[in-house]
C-alpha cells in the first residue's frame, strides 16, 4: 500500500511555472513506477509524464515534451514535475498515480496504476 499526497499547484500566468511535488508514504517508495496525469473539466483523464522505479526511464505525452520535466528522489519518498512555459491548456487537476514494478518499464494509461493521489489544481491564465 502507498498512500500520494500532492501539491504545488496553484494559478499562474501562460509562460510561468511549477514544480509540483508528490510525496509518498510507505518504506517501499523505491520499487514503484510514478506517473502524471492531468485532468481538465469535461475531460478524460490523460497522460502526462511516467517515471521508472530508478528514474532510467522516462516518457512524456507530446503536448507537454520539452516543457515538463518528471524526476523523482527515492530517497525523499517524492516524485516531481516541474512545468515550464505553462500555456492555458494546460489548465487542469494534476495527479500522480503509483504503481508497483522493479523494470525498466513505464506506464502511460491510468489502468497502469494502482494508487492515486487526490490531486492539485494548476490554473493558467492568459
Known amino acids: 500500500q502507498v498512500q500520494l499526497v500532492e501539491s504545488g499547484g496553484g494559478l499562474v500566468q501562460a509562460g510561468g511555472s511549477l514544480r509540483l511535488s508528490c510525496a509518498a508514504s510507505g518504506r517501499t517508495f523505491s520499487s514503484y513506477a510514478m506517473g502524471w496525469f492531468r485532468q481538465a473539466p469535461g475531460k478524460e483523464r490523460e497522460f502526462v509524464a511516467a517515471i521508472s522505479w530508478s528514474g532510467g526511464s522516462t516518457r512524456y505525452a507530446d503536448s507537454v515534451k520539452g516543457r515538463f520535466t518528471i524526476s523523482r528522489d527515492n530517497a525523499k519518498n517524492t516524485v516531481y514535475l516541474q512545468v515550464n512555459s505553462l500555456k492555458p491548456e494546460d489548465t487542469a487537476v494534476y495527479y500522480c498515480?503509483?504503481?508497483?514494478?522493479?523494470?525498466?518499464?513505464?506506464?502511460?494509461?491510468?489502468?497502469?496504476?494502482?494508487?492515486w493521489g487526490q490531486g492539485t489544481q494548476v490554473t493558467v491564465s492568459s
Open positions: 498515480a503509483a504503481r508497483g514494478s522493479q523494470t525498466m518499464w513505464v506506464f502511460t494509461t491510468p489502468s497502469g496504476y494502482d494508487y
